[in-house]
């Protein structure tokens, strides 16, 4: 919501704009390498011992956690790139990311591309609107509704795969 304003309000031309992006996408790299250089000096075994002792707390089980270290290790790249486009995991994943020792420069460089993508939708969207007669307030409502629906869907997605997954691979023959 804070990108979709700012692209409102403090762009008054494109060059605004690009000094807009990258200052939030900068800002939002910094973030993730201090979770992930706090997730570095917690080490793979504290990480562990944690999720073990205080899991539960936040609905993370032991066999969950192993289970997305074992994908994260895999797909690394990937998933740090995914990751910037689901706000919550935006925050958490750097830590994991560190935690497991994973290479520092292509975490760093899928965040940085998924950080320059995330916030160079929300910023034109806002810049696109903001000589508009229309209600921003309720124009951005809609937006942020539209996003939240779609990592909704992707999450509940992610979470029943198993049910629809097997079904699709058994068609093709």
Request: proline share 4%.
């Amino acid at each position: 919501m804070l990108l979709l304003f700012l692209g409102m309000i403090r762009a008054p031309d494109i060059a605004a704009l690009g000094v807009l992006l990258a200052a939030t996408t900068l800002g939002s790299m910094a973030g993730c390498l201090i979770w992930y250089a706090m997730g570095r000096r917690l080490g793979p075994k504290r990480a562990n011992a944690l999720v073990g002792r205080f899991g539960r707390y936040i609905f993370l089980r032991q066999a969950t956690y192993d289970g997305f270290a074992r994908a994260y290790r895999r797909n690394h790249v990937m998933a740090s790139l995914v990751a910037q486009f689901v706000p919550t995991v935006r925050n958490y994943l750097p830590i994991l990311a560190g935690a497991l020792r994973l290479p520092a420069l292509p975490f760093a460089l899928a965040t940085l591309l998924g950080a320059t993508l995330w916030n160079s939708g929300f910023l034109i969207a806002g810049y696109s609107m903001r000589d508009s007669s229309h209600d921003l307030l309720a124009v951005a409502f809609r937006i942020i509704t539209v996003v939240v629906l779609l990592e909704m869907t992707a999450w509940l997605a992610l979470r029943y795969r198993r049910l629809w997954w097997p079904r699709l691979g058994s068609g093709r023959g």
